[in-house]
């Protein structure tokens, strides 16, 4: 039987059985006991035993009594909290985009919700743990050109096609190209480019986003970025590329 589990806060291995959660109590030979979360608060003393802590397992014993009734809204908003940590460990995907798109399969009403605010620090703690454990030189939140290292995940779409085309590494005049192969072979296929600066939506240390558009069937994709330390320097830098 599969058994389900919810990784707590501290990293430990909560046991989800009919709406309880239980912690680990102690594990022996031939099974493992799991007392209920609420064994301090409200004094409940149900535990119950299983066969495993892994996703397959058996629940020994009958089905528990407990002196409180099962904390619904609790147990989800914890489900949000772990399922949006491990993406954050996976996907690189804009912190709203992320957080929306988990919220979207959230059963309603769930009262107990952490608020955007507090989820958007979970999602951004856990890429900055992930980001410095994959690789230990990435400087969070550079504050010049040269500090910037950029780890894995952002060199990668999310279906692991490399999309750091070119970085032009070095001092001051850094710059990156961001496009993957597929969208190289459909900028060739068309006739007509368009190319465009912003200076507004770029991050700090970059100080213009350059977009190179391809009319494609009648629409206009976007298809290479290259995000360019100043606007002069870009022309001369491009055309030594
Ligand atoms: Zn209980």
Redo the contacts with the bound molecule.
Sequence with gaps: MPLKFITSQRGALMLLYNG?LYTNKSVNKSNITWR?V?YRK?L?S?VIYTTSDKRTGEIIGDSPV???AADVAHVEARKVKEKLKKKASKVCENNGVMISKVLSKVPSPVVQLPTIKSLTRIVQRQKTDWAKKTDKAVVVNPKTLQDLVIPNMYRMTNDEELFLLYDSEGGVDRFLVYATAKNLELLAECELWYCDGTFNLVPLIFKQLYIIHGLYHDKLLPLVYILAPNKSQLYVSLSSF
């Design positions: 309880y209920c609420e409200r409940c149900v407990h002196n409180h």
